[in-house]
């Protein structure tokens, strides 16, 4: 009996949609995100699918899997509701004072990230919490009170609790939220000490003010698109993509939205490991274009990178320590504003510039026809000839070349410079800068990025892959079968899976594993529940372990992976080897005679890993056999060769220049590369010479 399952990837310009079937069958489709109302892009995706497939939603009886935008949308939009923070008496400027860390030590005009809960909606309370965990001062009932009746005064809706201390002892918190629950139901409350009981005080608090701020907007989202879901005969409960790579149930999800936000980039770098094992290629870089922006991911031995901190909502070009943190397992991977809707302009010293800022999917760019008069990335594709403004997904959405032409008239009478030199300027201007942000993230992670293989995707990767990585010193370029919508693809290749993390800070040699054991009781029952509501059985699910741990008086803690269940064998001598052996791969150096501290526990519970391919995809012929086309490139016009990506067969070898076209995505090859189709159905480029 064949079994469908459904993705739905709703991003800042396009909502991806992918319909896999057990058989190995693949229906795929791409519309304009609706921002004003995501569900509706949503439900419009799935009809396109299922009327591809000739199925009705009842039929749909695998996994129903869903990775969103909406809470980066809400946090850069910035048009959440009233959000109050209650902090620790004395602590109240927590979110202004930040960590005191200066991003750029020379700039006397350095600017942060507004906090999402300003000062007039900031209370405390007098309570404290030890940091051995012990309570010296309880919470008064009383004083709580008054906190709600401020808080009704003020309208608002959501409340985030960030005290002192309470990633030892969440008591107090926990005594805040019955006395809400009893009082104000109706106002959300997120804890610290469930959301990120870590230790640092800014980074919890920035983290769940965070999560406070989107809750009233995750939840009724999620809720909505749960029971619309039922009315439409679905009969599974979705499940969620989160930043660690994993999904979870949408009920779960809806409770802790700031585990969502790299919701659809987290897939796409989970399905770039996925095809590194096809490959067996153990090192690749990831390489995600959309129509707003462009990701890059390192994935090394088969894995990606992850981080326990990042930060959203950077002011200055990306700069680390310009945004807001936010401390909970992500996959590490680094985001620029250039995809497809990148808007270009000139700046004040007469410069071409392309970014941050994007025309979306509303009004888009201008060869959209939707009121769009800037000249954008995807408008330089269409007047270099790049793109058939007949064939875009498949002559379903028609480009307006005029309007393209129109627009970048007007920014090469701003640069003094021809349509197709300005337009060829803004394909270069884009590239390098998604050459230099992934040269940068490689090199800050000491990883040496020269001759990695790049697998593109996203709607705009294929487009400029090649040119990227000509300027990373690759030599090899892997365009794998749905590369348009892959992210949608990847969460359906992604387990059920949470990451947890807990501090509990005591230096190796005073261990006391009667309190470890409890702190990894409550993580691993945690991730028990979480797989269990998201449909795991409980003999389905695994554990992996890993802990934080420094030389005492360090700042900076190194992740350790145990090999076993450290409840087991308390073998603190195991763990002092292996952290003494990572220290000294990363820094070159140990320091004998130091004691060693650990930070922080952390616990990842997986479910099975699910077993779904795209064997074949049900292809829409949208041109015959090879054609040619004047392409506009550095040198002037070429007639480059056009193929059609269902035409190509094992047997060709097609060199470039060349435009190999599909529904959904085109790809771009430059001159002194040659393409090949490799056994997966992926296309793959490499430099002429090179095997």
């Not at 699918?49 to 009886?61: E, K, L, N």
């Not at 946090?75 to 602590?91: D, N, S, Y």
């Amino acid at each position: 009996m064949t079994r469908h399952s459904l993705a739905i990837d709703i991003g800042g310009t396009f909502t991806d949609a992918v319909m896999l079937s057990s058989d190995g069958e693949s229906y795929v489709d791409k519309t304009l995100t609706t921002h004003d109302n995501l569900l509706e892009g949503f439900f419009r995706g799935v009809e396109l699918v299922t009327s591809r497939a000739g199925i009705a939603p009842r039929d749909v009886d695998d996994v129903v899997v869903h990775a969103t935008t909406v809470v980066t949308n809400a946090l850069i939009e910035r048009k959440g509701p009233p959000v109050a923070l209650l902090l620790t008496e004395g602590f109240r400027d927590v979110l202004y004072i930040r960590e005191e860390h200066r991003y750029d030590m020379y700039d006397p005009q350095i600017e942060f990230a507004e906090p999402l809960i300003p000062a007039e909606r900031t209370f405390t309370l007098k309570e404290r919490t030890y940091a051995d965990g012990s309570i010296e001062t309880p919470v008064n009932a009383d004083a709580v009170r008054d906190v709600i009746e401020q808080c009704r005064a003020k309208g608002i809706v959501s409340v985030a609790v960030c005290f002192l201390n309470s990633y030892r002892n969440g008591a107090n918190e926990e005594e805040v939220r019955r006395i809400f629950a009893e009082e104000a139901p109706d106002i959300y409350v997120s804890l610290s000490s469930v959301i990120a009981p870590q230790m640092r005080e800014y980074l919890r608090a920035s983290t769940v003010a965070i999560n406070a701020y989107t809750v009233p907007i995750t939840r009724p989202y999620l809720l909505a698109l749960v029971q619309e879901l039922e009315q439409r005969g679905f009969r599974q409960q979705p499940l969620i993509m989160l930043s660690n790579g994993g999904v979870i149930g949408a009920d779960r999800a809806s409770t802790m939205p700031v585990r969502m936000i790299e919701s659809g980039p987290a897939a796409g770098a989970l399905v770039a490991c996925y095809f590194s094992r096809i490959f067996d290629i153990p090192d690749l870089i990831s390489f995600d274009m959309g129509g707003t922006t462009a990701k890059a991911c390192i994935v090394q031995g088969h894995e990606p990178l992850v981080t326990g901190t990042f930060e959203v909502d950077r002011r200055y070009r990306f700069k680390p320590g310009s945004g807001m943190p936010i401390t909970v397992p992500s996959i590490d991977m680094i985001e620029i504003g250039a995809g497809g809707g990148s808007i270009a302009s000139v700046d004040d010293l007469g410069l071409l510039r392309v970014g941050p800022q994007s025309a979306g999917s509303m009004p888009g760019p201008a060869c959209y026809g939707r009121g769009g008069q800037d000249a954008c990335v995807t408008d330089a594709d269409l007047v270099l000839g790049i793109l058939n403004a007949d064939r875009f997904l498949g002559g379903d959405m028609q480009l307006d070349l005029a309007a393209s032409q129109a627009a970048f008239d007007r920014l090469g009478d701003a640069l003094n410079l021809p349509r197709n030199q300005a337009a060829w300027g803004v394909f270069e201007v884009v590239c390098e800068q998604m050459a230099a942000a992934t040269r940068t993230h490689a090199t800050e992670r000491g990883i040496d990025y020269r001759g990695l293989p790049l697998l593109a995707f996203g709607g705009a990767g294929p487009v400029h892959a090649c040119m990227v990585a000509e300027l990373t010193e690759s030599t090899k370029v892997i365009y794998p079968p749905l590369a348009s919508v892959l992210s949608a693809f990847g969460t359906l290749v992604t387990p059920v899976q949470i990451d947890l993390v807990r501090s509990n800070v005591t230096t190796l040699d005073t261990l006391d594993w009667d309190s470890v054991g409890g702190v990894l009781d409550s993580m691993t029952d945690e991730g028990t529940a979480a797989l269990t509501e998201a449909g795991m059985q409980r003999d389905e699910i695994t554990f992996g372990f890993s802990v934080e741990m420094r030389y005492l008086g360090q700042q900076s803690e190194v992740r350790i992976a145990l090999q076993d269940d450290p409840r087991r064998a308390r073998d603190t001598v195991a763990i002092k080897a292996l952290f003494e052996a990572e220290y000294l791969r990363q820094y070159g150096l140990k320091l004998d005679g130091m004691k060693i501290e650990i930070v922080s526990w952390l616990v990842t519970a997986s479910g099975i890993q699910p077993d779904r391919s795209a064997k074949k995809q049900a292809h829409a012929e949208i041109g015959q056999g090879v054609e040619t086309r004047p392409v506009h490139l550095r040198d002037g016009i070429r007639d480059v060769a056009v193929w059609q990506r269902a035409t190509i067969t094992a047997d060709d070898l097609i060199t470039g220049p060349v435009i190999i076209e599909e529904r959904e995505t085109t790809i771009f090859v430059l001159e002194g590369w040659d393409v090949s189709l490799h056994s997966s159905g992926s296309l793959v480029a490499r430099k002429t010479g090179e095997k």
